[in-house]
């Protein structure tokens, strides 16, 4: 698969010349004749940073051009991927739920683990099919594999919960966290699609919102 540029999402040809080890000269896109991969010289945290701000370009140099074409094993890295992001659920259902003197450990984390299971399992139907149907995907890139790897990869904010246990915050943050979460898979979504903002958001919204009914009825 050709890499892509992060200002406009068209496929090129080459990102950049290496003329010698650490020598490079970044490629302009024909489309926009912008630099078509500006990060590939930037410092990971400016990535993260931009990632944190929700900057198409950033998602776009991740989801097209790092992960999709360095990772050697790629089903290897989707399942690790989705197994800490169950986790990272499943830890949230815990501290919203809260622990009961009536029940052992042990009984409560195997439904706490069932639950966040469930609510994954219908959460990522939903969100495997929908958006076959409702969005157009950019060439290369419409797989159901593509669309679990954008959404996982894109709920990074979810390890901001194991702050948790560290300093004692209010279970609300968990709520904030999920309202962050969401706008990420939107623009990372909105990345990988041609669709307008508002399918993008209403797809996203409408399974996260889901998700919670789902959680809540199996509370
Ligand atoms: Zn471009």
């Not at 540029?5 to 496929?11: D, L, M």
């Not at 701000?53 to 050697?72: E, G, S, T």
């Not at 246990?165 to 609300?172: F, G, R, T």
């Given at each position: 698969m050709n890499p892509?540029?992060?200002?406009?999402?068209?496929?090129?040809?080459?990102l950049y010349i290496q003329y010698s080890p650490g020598n490079i000269r970044l490629l302009k896109c024909s489309n926009c004749k912008s630099v078509a991969d500006?990060?590939?010289e930037c410092e990971v945290m400016i990535l993260i940073i931009d990632l944190i701000?929700?900057?198409?370009?950033?998602?776009?140099?991740?989801?097209?051009?790092?992960?999709?074409?360095?990772?050697?094993n790629f089903d290897a890295l989707l399942f690790k991927l989705s197994i800490i992001f169950l986790?990272?659920?499943?830890?949230?259902?815990?501290?919203?739920?809260?622990?009961?003197?009536?029940?052992?450990?042990?009984?409560m984390g195997l439904k706490t683990f069932g639950c966040a299971l469930l609510g994954n399992v219908v959460f990522f139907c939903v969100l495997l099919v929908l958006p076959r149907r409702f969005?157009?995907?950019?060439?290369?890139?419409?797989?159901?594999r593509d669309v679990l790897l954008v959404v996982?990869?894109?709920?990074?904010?979810k390890l901001y919960m194991l702050s948790m246990?560290?300093?004692?915050?209010?279970?609300?943050v968990v709520y904030i966290i999920d309202l962050f979460v969401m706008s990420s898979n939107?623009?990372?979504?909105?990345?990988?699609t041609e669709s307008p903002f508002r399918r993008c958001f209403g797809l996203c919204f409408g399974v996260h919102a889901l998700k919670f009914f789902v959680n809540w009825l199996l509370k």
């Open positions: 892509r540029c992060v200002k406009c999402g068209q496929g090129v040809e080459k500006e990060y590939i701000l929700h900057k198409p370009p950033a998602y776009r140099h991740l989801l097209f051009n790092l992960l999709r074409d360095k990772v050697q986790a990272l659920d499943a830890y949230k259902l815990w501290i919203l739920n809260g622990i009961s003197v009536e029940q052992s450990i042990m009984i969005l157009t995907f950019v060439d290369d890139f419409s797989g159901y996982i990869v894109s709920s990074y904010l246990l560290v300093w004692e915050l209010p279970a609300s939107m623009v990372a979504l909105r990345a990988i």
